[in-house]
């Protein structure tokens, strides 16, 4: 057997495994030995079976057993003479294997880069520490108010109105003649409504309609519909209004309280700041996490595995194709992502990539020299938090990572990048900044995503200016450093 590198191109490397037509017989002829040593044929004792007859039984068995063998012993040797750290399991290529003919066959291998880490000490970041006032839980209350409904039927009959919450029986039938696929029975909230929604007409004629009204009327579907038997055609939607329902209005008193089981308003209140308290810390964390990954990003630039470049720009590509899709649809494109031309997209998608797999080996290089690691009572901790949030199925999702490592590897990803996050941060500068929510809110606006970035009146120094604010997610702030794409949405 004869091993010969091909070709090496940074992390990169190619061997060619051959052996002559005479190895491999013989290595056959050694398989069907041992196979006949063993094998059990009616009409021959074991180890006196004639050789033509191992051949027309276990010929195909002993062929890939010899060839199987020549690779192992190839795959040894390279890695004895070359020390080789794999980003990915080798790609092997058989190129001759038959029977009159030489053994070939070439191994890539793409190996993990050498990384020299440097002094944690020059890193200078902000940790935001956030006092939460009484206005803020005042606030927060506010909002839960205002987002709390619940629905009760006029004290005298009515039409329809905004605000209303309207359960219709409907069925819709294709220009084609086709019924369509609706629920039978649905409950339409009345305002605000989507323009853009091929149902709009039918929610408009609702205004003002009665308990026990009927009326049809006509839907079109745009192109870009998302059930394909729908999209571009027209159907004609026949309705009946069976209820009509007011919303409650509540007030910040005990008997909203109880609406959250809790006994009274103040108990509410206390519980609502340790909400906020919580939110606030994580992302004030979040915060600081995402400014060392882009010091972190600044500082290292050493080669990336290709493949495992394409691999995570396969993933970002495909998601981000989906949200767009979705974002057409729903009529919130982005300006900035509408304007661009794919290859554009392309380019700015790549090198998201490239930054998650940079930072993605850097974390793991660190967790390895470091000995950063989980403990069991942490990792079982993760997989029972994830089972809770779906408890009618907990037993199958706790079966789900004890036999799955991989799945067990990707959930528990995230909370060893904060171990090694925390360990980088312990050998930094690290400066304390007291902050009040509001600021909080407005500091991290257009670094990590939250649920603040809608509201009114949080504006950066780039948006007084009349820049746009926008925040392109290049690390897993709720995952790990591989995480998802840059929303196509508005934010």
Not at 47 to 67: C, D, F, H, S, T
Not at 135 to 147: G, W
Not at 252 to 257: G, I, K, P, Y
């Amino acid at each position: 057997m004869q091993i010969a590198k091909v070709f090496s191109e940074k992390l990169k490397y190619q061997f060619k495994i051959t052996a002559p037509l005479k190895e491999l017989q013989e290595r056959v002829n050694a398989q069907l030995g041992k196979i006949g040593s063993k094998a059990k044929i009616p009409g021959f004792r074991p180890g006196k079976i004639p050789e033509a007859v191992l051949k027309q039984r276990y010929g195909a068995e002993a062929w890939e057993n010899a060839g199987n063998s020549l690779l192992r012993e190839g795959l040894t040797q390279i890695y004895k003479e070359h020390k080789f750290r794999n980003a990915i399991d080798p790609v092997i290529d058989v190129v001759s294997f038959e029977d009159g003919k030489d053994f070939e066959c070439t191994v890539t291998f793409e190996i993990l880069p050498e990384i020299e880490v440097k002094n944690f000490k020059d890193i200078s970041v902000e940790l935001l520490s956030v006092e939460v006032s009484d206005k803020d839980v005042e606030e927060r209350l506010e909002k839960i108010r205002a987002e709390h409904t619940k629905y009760q039927a006029p004290s005298q009959a009515r039409a329809a109105q905004k605000g209303d919450l309207v359960s219709v029986k409907w069925a819709g039938t294709l220009e084609d003649g086709k019924r369509m696929e609706l629920p039978q029975q649905y409950q339409i909230l009345l305002g605000p409504e989507k323009e853009n929604s091929p149902f709009a007409p039918i929610v408009k004629t609702l205004y003002g309609k009665k308990v026990g009204d009927t009326f049809e009327g006509k839907v079109h579907f745009s192109k870009e519909e998302k059930v394909p038997e729908l999209a571009g055609k027209k159907a004609t939607v026949s309705v009946e209004v069976q209820k009509i329902e007011e919303p409650i209005t509540f007030k910040l008193d005990n008997t909203f309280a109880k609406e959250y089981k809790v006994e009274n308003i103040e108990e509410l209140r206390k519980s609502v700041r340790g909400a906020v308290e919580h939110e606030s810390k994580k992302i004030a964390y979040l915060y600081t996490k995402r400014k060392l990954l882009d010091i972190l990003d600044s500082q290292y630039d050493f080669d990336l595995p290709p493949t495992m470049v394409e691999n995570e720009f396969k993933v970002i590509w495909e998601q981000l194709q989906r949200e767009l899709a979705d974002a057409r649809a729903n009529g919130e494109l982005d300006e900035d992502e509408e304007q661009k031309t794919e290859d554009e997209l392309k380019k700015d998608y790549e090198k998201i990539a490239k930054r998650r797999v940079r930072l993605g080996l850097l974390i793991s290089h660190l967790a390895e020299i470091n000995k950063l690691k989980l403990s069991d009572e942490e990792v079982r901790a993760a997989v029972f938090q994830e089972a809770m949030r779906y408890p009618s199925q907990a037993d199958d999702v706790i079966k789900h990572y004890v036999n799955n490592n991989q799945a067990l590897k990707n959930l528990v990803a995230p909370l060893l990048e904060d171990k090694v996050v925390d360990f980088i941060l312990g050998k930094s500068k690290v400066t304390e900044r007291n902050v009040d929510f509001p600021t909080l809110k407005m500091v991290v606006r257009g670094v990590i995503p939250t649920p603040y970035d809608d509201e009114e009146g949080l504006e950066t120094p780039s948006e007084k200016k009349g820049q746009k604010a926008k925040s392109v997610e290049t690390s897993k702030e709720k995952k790990s450093t591989a995480g998802k794409a840059k929303p196509a949405k508005k934010k």
